[in-house]
Nanobody, 122 residues
């Protein structure tokens, strides 16, 4: 069993930066791709960024250039650095463990964290 716990969310102003963390317990993450999703109020959960087992990174067009995903296999933690935040980034952010090499669809992830709220004020 794997438990994923997100942290680092909060209330920020437009233009600010924030770094989310996703710490895993129960199993090592180093053998899996990992991803970040978000769910804005009243909308579907959407894929943001992924990092493969060997460290290859890939992003949704909506966040490319502003968000950076990284991982620390020693700490068993995945990060999402978010820069130039705007009110449209307000959402609950989730990390998840992937199935396969470069997963992006929700069905390609098998374990999820509980989510971290990020609110960006204008």
């Amino acid at each position: 069993q794997v438990q994923l716990v997100e942290s680092g969310g909060g209330l920020v102003q437009a233009g600010d930066s924030l770094r989310l963390s996703c710490a895993a317990s129960g199993r090592t993450l180093s053998s899996y791709a990992m991803g970040w999703f978000r769910q804005p109020p009243g909308k579907e959960r959407e894929f943001l960024a992924g990092i493969s087992r060997i460290g290859s990174r890939y992003y949704a067009d909506s966040v490319k250039g502003r968000f950076t995903i990284s991982r620390d296999n020693v700490k068993n933690t995945v990060y999402l650095q978010m820069n130039s935040l705007n009110p449209e980034d307000t959402a609950i952010y989730y990390c998840a463990r992937g199935i396969g090499a470069r997963p992006t669809a929700r069905t390609e992830f098998d374990y999820w964290g509980q989510g971290a709220q990020v609110t960006v004020s204008s």
